[in-house]
């Protein structure tokens, strides 16, 4: 079976100060892993993608995520916070051995930006 | 279409009262999702189709829960008999074929309110 935990329910950070959001997966295969955000009143929007290419991802909004499979683990950062980066971030693991299979979400990181 | 659409975007109902939420996925995308997220919790697989054929129904809590894709394309997800513990966001996703790793969209959500 297939699960992510989320490490912190909650982070504040300073704006311009660094974001780092902790993500640790359990997968029996290979898998997929997915940074979604959520913003109020907004769609699921992803942030960057893991397939099993290079093990850094650069995403949207100057985000990245590396890939540890050592650790197994899938940290989101962000050099500087923006007061727009409020928001309430989302770690998905897609088990990755066969197409479409469901995604797996941690239960959530809100994200909160300091002025 | 451009996105994910579901409607209704809001919907309060008694409870005992029966529920048809629907979604249009994106033009051309053969696999089709469903999920529940609850107030502070990350989304949670409800079930799946790929064109018409429903993949995997196993996260349907109960046998109240039932949806369809009779054509491949629009779905609807119904609830019977509501209860005030299916009040939740449901949401609906969509994506193509490509293997593992495929991004999936998802639309902005179904709020349903059961009083």
């Known amino acids: 079976a297939q699960s992510v935990t989320q490490l912190d329910s909650h982070v504040s950070v300073s704006e311009g100060t660094p974001v780092l959001l902790r993500c640790n997966y359990s997968?029996?295969?290979?898998?997929?892993l997915f940074w979604y955000v959520q913003h109020p009143n907004k769609g699921l929007q992803l942030l960057l993608k893991?397939?099993?290419?290079?093990?850094l991802v650069k995403g949207i909004n100057g985000f990245e995520a590396e890939f540890k499979k050592s650790e197994t683990s899938f940290h989101l950062t962000k050099p500087s916070a923006h007061m727009s980066d409020a928001a309430e971030y989302f770690c998905?693991?897609?088990?990755?051995?066969?197409?479409?299979?469901?995604?797996?979400f941690g239960k959530g990181t809100r994200l909160s930006v300091i002025a | 279409g451009a996105g994910v659409s579901q409607s209704p975007r809001y919907k309060v109902t008694k409870r005992g009262q029966d529920v048809a939420l629907r979604c249009d996925p994106i033009?051309?995308?053969?696999?089709l999702y469903w999920y529940r997220q609850a107030l502070g919790q990350g989304p949670e697989f409800l079930t799946y189709f790929n064109y018409e054929a429903q993949q995997d129904k196993s996260g349907l809590p109960n046998d109240r829960f039932s949806a369809e894709r009779p054509e491949g394309s629009i779905s609807t997800l119904t609830i019977q008999r509501t209860e005030q513990r299916d009040s939740a966001m449901y949401r609906c996703a969509s994506s193509t074929p490509r293997g593992s790793g495929n991004t999936i969209y998802f639309g902005e959500g179904s709020w349903l309110t059961v009083v």
């Open positions: 997968s029996s295969y290979s898998p997929s």
């Open positions: 033009s051309g995308h053969v696999s």
């Open positions: 893991y397939t099993s290419a290079a093990t």
């Open positions: 998905v693991v897609s088990p990755g051995h066969s197409g479409n299979t469901p995604l797996v």
